[in-house]
T-cell receptor, first 112, second 114 residues
């Protein structure tokens, strides 16, 4: 089977940097994605890592270590609007198809 | 706005009934994915269609079925509804056939089974 672990909640102050971790166990691992979801809204894609290392997109960075089955999402210069749930998702290859599996998500609360 | 549309926005029905949820992907996207999101189960992948054909299957119950039509819109049919089927159902689309591509999610259909 497969599993993903994410902390349930993280709190931080406006302007700070926050890191949200994701550890996974799965066969056929292909890549790790991150999505943001505001309350009542649709998930929106943030980043994707297939190879080890850091991917940067503006204030967001995502890291992957395939050997450690671990990744994280880093948010810099936090803003109030960043308060949301953040999901990591693994793509695994199974029977010729790529199956996405999402973690339970980390709720980020940004305080002024 | 992701460009993915879903109807209806809300649906309230009774146990044992059957409902159909509809999704139109972004213009040009060939893949459609269906997800169920509930408080206790998180976001669960149900099924993917690519250009009219079933491509990948997740935790979809036998009471649920889906299809993708020639115009690429998709429908998710839920039958013999149970209280536990109450959830937010999302459809997402992507350009490629592979599930690791960036997916664009629709606004969701909130299903309440009474």
């Amino acid at each position: 089977g497969q599993s993903l672990e994410q902390p349930s909640e993280v709190t931080a102050v406006e302007g700070a940097i926050v890191q949200m971790n994701c550890t996974y166990q799965t066969s056929g691992f292909y890549g790790l994605s991150w999505y943001q979801q505001h309350d009542g809204g649709a998930p929106t894609f943030l980043s994707y890592n297939a190879l080890d290392g850091l991917e940067e997109t503006g204030r967001f960075s995502s890291f992957l270590s395939r050997s450690d089955s671990y990744g994280y999402l880093l948010l810099q210069e936090l803003q109030m609007k960043d308060s949301a749930s953040y999901f990591c998702a693994v793509s695994r290859l199974s029977g010729g198809s790529y199956i996405p599996t999402f973690g339970r998500g980390t709720s980020l609360i940004v305080h002024p | 706005d992701s460009g993915v549309t879903q109807t209806p926005k809300h649906l309230i029905t009774a146990t044992g009934q059957r409902v159909t949820l509809r999704c139109s992907p972004r213009s040009g996207d060939l893949s459609v994915y269906w997800y169920q999101q509930s408080l206790d189960q998180g976001l669960q992948f149900l099924i993917q269609y690519y250009n009219g054909e079933e491509r990948a299957k997740g935790n979809i119950l036998e009471r649920f079925s889906a299809q993708q039509f020639p115009d690429l819109h998709s429908e998710l049919n839920l039958s013999s509804l149970e209280l536990g089927d109450s959830a937010l159902y999302f459809c997402a689309s992507s350009g490629g056939a592979s599930g690791y591509n960036e997916q664009f999610f629709g606004p969701g259909t909130r299903l309440t089974v009474l």
